[in-house]
């Protein structure tokens, strides 16, 4: 890659040190003008009659995500962000009381909330795969829990937000499809920054948002839908005019396609915003980005240990480009603030933001750090001495 050039390419670079991709990244300037350029036209010639004129550009849009998974178009629903993507997805399940639904015990703080109301409200028993002994979920485990207790529903968070673990998904698909059991994947932290196929995981629904790794705007996601999931019929729970038609008086028909989980209201500049970025990343390579970004974060973590007062967290076979770590007499927020204030970005995550997972390692969060391709040594070694500093302090 040239570093140099996509740094050129990329106007938060020229004020910030960004280390914070898993929260929401830098966008290139062609992903800035689309979605400026969709606003301007909206001004210029009323919402309606903008998305209109669009409309080749929209299809565009759904055309670069669709070649983003190596899928069809057809499979592909825009969304207002990742979360709205697996609730719609979430709800199409006709779930019902004493139904088992499987996961992890390091899927997504509102995954895990969303499956305990699930269980208040509907009667529907929640099960959690055990952890390896190496980090990540234990596939033996998950294999035995699938074959004897045959959830309606298996739901996984590929890569976390509370550390770099990359969860095995492709193995639990097999799993699943040998077994005809649905099979939900989060890739919110993972798109963007390693090859994304649903079809090859083996699963029914993926989601996703813009503003992480693969560097759209905010305010914008996607699901992917399965043929299979489909032809079953699947749809959400509320559906409105845009997911299907009234046909009749007592009688709806859903759309033919994916877009029976979208709705009606859309900001259509960031949908455009959506397209641009999975052309940028495509234009990359997925790989390449891949193989920068853990290389980034891989030696992070290893000079990161050498800090006095620094403890790296990330636990897992396969670790990606979120790095993790407590420092000694910080509070992760306070930590984030004081590295602002020396024009360096990162995050913080609190207990809340993952019980399981920080329970078990003893701490009360961590300093999440989130290197992409853009970030140079130059950035590391600004971010390691200011930590340095502070954790003298």
């Known amino acids: 890659m040239d570093i140099e050039r996509l740094r050129a390419d990329t106007p938060g670079c020229a004020h910030r040190i960004h280390l914070n991709s898993a929260g929401a990244s830098l966008m290139p300037q062609g992903v800035l003008d689309a979605v400026r350029g969709h606003l301007e036209l909206e001004a210029n010639v009323g919402g309606y009659e903008a998305a209109a004129e669009a409309a080749g550009r929209i299809e565009a849009a759904y055309g670069a995500v669709s070649d983003l998974l190596a899928t069809s178009p057809g499979n592909v629903a825009f969304t207002e962000h990742a979360t709205a993507a697996f609730v719609q997805a979430l709800s199409s399940v006709p779930l019902k009381p004493g139904d088992v639904l499987l996961t992890t015990r390091n899927d997504y703080v509102s995954s895990q909330i969303q499956y305990l109301s699930l269980s208040e409200r509907l009667g529907v028993e929640i099960l959690r795969a055990p952890d390896a002994p190496e980090g990540g979920v234990d596939l033996q485990a998950m294999e035995e829990l699938i074959h004897r207790r045959r959830p309606r529903l298996v739901a996984v968070t590929h890569v976390p937000t509370n550390s770099g673990l990359v969860q095995d998904v492709e193995t639990i698909g097999r799993m699943c499809r ?143 480009a979120i790095v993790t770590a407590e420092v000694a007499g910080w509070a992760p927020k306070e930590l984030v603030l004081e590295l602002r204030a020396r024009g360096i970005n990162t995050s913080a995550q609190t207990r809340l933001d993952a019980v399981l997972d920080y329970d078990a390692k003893g701490v009360d969060g961590a300093l999440r750090i989130s290197p992409h391709y853009f970030n140079t040594e130059g950035d590391m070694d600004a971010l390691l001495g200011a930590l340095g500093e502070l954790s003298r302090a």
Request: charge should be negative; hydrophobic fraction near 45%.
């Open 178 to 320: 040998e077994r005809d059991v649905l099979y939900l994947v989060d890739a919110c932290q993972s798109l963007g920054q390693m090859p994304i196929h649903p079809e090859a995981m083996g699963c029914d629904f993926l989601a996703a948002t813009a503003r992480k790794f693969l560097r759209g705007p905010r305010g914008a996601g996607f699901l992917w839908v399965s043929d299979r999931a489909l032809d079953a019929g699947l749809s959400p729970l509320f559906p409105d005019l845009r997911g299907a038609d009234w046909v009749e008086e007592d009688l709806f028909q859903p759309a033919p396609d994916a877009r029976r989980f979208e709705t009606w209201e859309f900001s259509w500049g960031l949908v455009l915003g959506t397209g641009e970025a999975a052309h940028y990343a495509l234009s990359l390579g997925l790989d390449a980005i891949r193989d920068r970004t853990r290389a980034l974060a891989k030696e992070l973590r290893a000079r990161l240990a050498s800090v006095p007062g620094v403890r790296v967290l990330d636990r897992g076979p396969e670790l990606c």
